[in-house]
């Protein structure tokens, strides 16, 4: 954290307010100010919701490239196949425990509070995935990709973490070569982290618009069940 010149009666330098501190700041807002807009505007409020249906496509585009970076630069690092296995092992460990408690916190928020009850949603629809994976042969040959590249382009997460995966295997056995090519993946890291840091600056504009849309959507109600679910944690 960065360190202003002003210093305190002690002598000592002031610690200076992080920039993320205002983006969290700015989000909180935004949010205000979106439940104000979708109440005092409903019919304004309704049309900025692609605002933040933009934002929220923004940040999905990011999530394959950050989780292929991460991952081949993961695993081409390590030097022994050994210790790739037992940290793969513990990620899975690690992977299922919390989204276990992740499941268990959905069902109890959804049984106990019912977040969204009495909401007016008439009009509301759901675009459900045109096909979906009924039977354990089927999700496994789903994460299989059509093509290496198309893993990127279908949204299927699973098939992202599966290429990136052969590939980080790939490099590490092809030592110094593969060395290199991890280098030069792990500085597209850096780009892609900083294109996601430059959308994140966006979150208070898609938090505006998103909230703003659905309180003018379903008026006051909405604010209460945001209450309710956010005191609830």
């Not at 983006?23 to 100010?33: P, T």
């Not at 056995?173 to 294109?195: C, H, K, S, T, Y």
């Amino acid at each position: 954290m960065a360190l202003s010149l002003r210093t305190t009666r002690d002598g000592r330098p002031r610690k200076k307010i992080d920039r993320n501190h205002w983006l969290y700041i700015s989000v909180i807002v935004a949010v205000v100010a979106g439940v104000i807009v979708g109440l005092v505007a409903p019919q304004f409020a309704t049309g900025l919701e692609p605002i933040g249906k933009g934002f929220v496509s923004l940040i999905k585009m990011m999530i394959a490239p950050v989780i292929f970076c991460t991952i081949v630069v993961g695993i081409g690092s390590i030097a022994k196949a050994s210790t790739v296995g037992k940290i793969g092992g513990l990620a899975m460990v690690y992977f299922l425990v919390m989204s276990s408690f992740a499941l268990i916190i959905g069902l109890v928020v959804g049984n106990i509070i019912h977040p969204g009850e009495g909401l007016s949603i008439a009009g509301a629809h759901y675009d459900a995935p045109a096909a979906e994976a009924t039977s354990t042969q089927e999700f496994i040959l789903g994460i299989i990709p059509t093509t290496f590249f198309s893993a990127f382009t279908g949204g299927s997460i699973l098939q992202v973490l599966f290429v990136a995966l052969l590939v980080g295997f790939a490099l590490q056995g092809m030592g110094e070569r593969g060395a290199r090519m991890v280098e030069g993946i792990r500085n597209f890291q850096v780009l892609v982290f900083r294109i996601l840091g430059m959308i994140l600056w966006l979150a208070p504009i898609g938090a505006f618009g998103a909230i703003a849309a659905v309180v003018g959507k379903t008026g006051f109600q909405a604010v209460i069940s945001l209450g309710i679910l956010m005191g609830a944690f």
